[in-house]
């Protein structure tokens, strides 16, 4: 029999977009939290980057979301992916490493440019779209988040892991600043 739920009432819209989060009103628990808000902080340093013109801005601003893409990545590999194998998708976190590889191999070559060189802009540009598409594979219905918030892992305790990795990390890798 059809739970309540199934009938909907007349005041249905059009948001074809369920937005996230919806289910019964519940925050996302810590893990997920943490994740997602440093995707929504490099997808807005990408979008910046378009605005800028000056290659000194283009490369600070890179360094940031190089330095923010290494630690993200880093986090997931080291303490999201490896605790939920099994509770998600073998072939789904199978290819999550196989686009952070992708990335972390434009990241260097992109490194290793100047923003005056020819193409740097393209692929800073390509660079935010690969991430865009694994995010999505992360964020979407039925993908990496929704299927680990199934599972039995503890979320919340782990967010607090992941915090705790991220800062040691981004201590670790920024570049020295002067003073
Ligand atoms: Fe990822
Ligand atoms: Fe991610």
């Given at each position: 029999?059809?739970?309540?739920?199934?009938?909907s009432g007349?005041?249905?819209t059009?948001?074809?977009k369920?937005?996230?989060?919806?289910?019964?009103?519940?925050?996302?628990?810590?893990?997920?939290?943490?994740?997602?808000?440093?995707?929504r902080?490099?997808?807005?340093?990408?979008?910046?980057?378009?605005?800028?013109?000056?290659?000194?801005?283009?490369?600070a601003?890179?360094?940031?979301?190089a330095?923010?893409?290494?630690v993200h990545?880093?986090?997931?590999?080291?303490?999201?992916?490896?605790?939920e194998?099994?509770?998600?998708?073998?072939?789904?976190?199978?290819?999550?490493?196989?686009?952070?590889?992708?990335?972390?191999?434009?990241?260097?070559?992109?490194?290793?440019?100047?923003?005056?060189?020819?193409?740097?802009?393209?692929?800073?540009?390509?660079l935010g779209e690969?991430?865009?598409?694994?995010?999505k594979?992360e964020?979407?219905?039925?993908?990496?988040?929704?299927?680990?918030?199934?599972?039995?892992?503890?979320?919340?305790?782990?967010?607090?892991?992941?915090?705790?990795?991220?800062e040691?990390?981004?201590?670790?890798?920024a570049?020295?600043?002067?003073?």
């Amino acid at each position: 029999m059809p739970t309540a739920a199934t009938k909907s009432g007349a005041s249905k819209t059009k948001t074809e977009k369920p937005r996230r989060t919806r289910r019964t009103g519940r925050r996302d628990p810590v893990a997920v939290r943490l994740l997602k808000q440093d995707h929504r902080e490099v997808e807005e340093m990408f979008d910046e980057y378009e605005q800028l013109e000056k290659a000194a801005d283009k490369l600070a601003l890179f360094n940031r979301i190089a330095l923010a893409l290494k630690v993200h990545t880093q986090i997931e590999e080291e303490i999201f992916y490896p605790a939920e194998r099994g509770e998600v998708e073998d072939d789904m976190l199978d290819e999550a490493y196989v686009e952070h590889d992708g990335a972390k191999k434009l990241i260097a070559e992109i490194e290793a440019m100047s923003p005056k060189d020819q193409y740097y802009d393209a692929k800073v540009k390509v660079l935010g779209e690969y991430i865009k598409h694994h995010v999505k594979e992360e964020e979407q219905p039925g993908g990496i988040f929704a299927q680990a918030k199934k599972g039995d892992e503890d979320l919340d305790a782990m967010g607090e892991r992941l915090k705790s990795r991220k800062e040691e990390l981004m201590a670790e890798l920024a570049p020295a600043k002067p003073n």
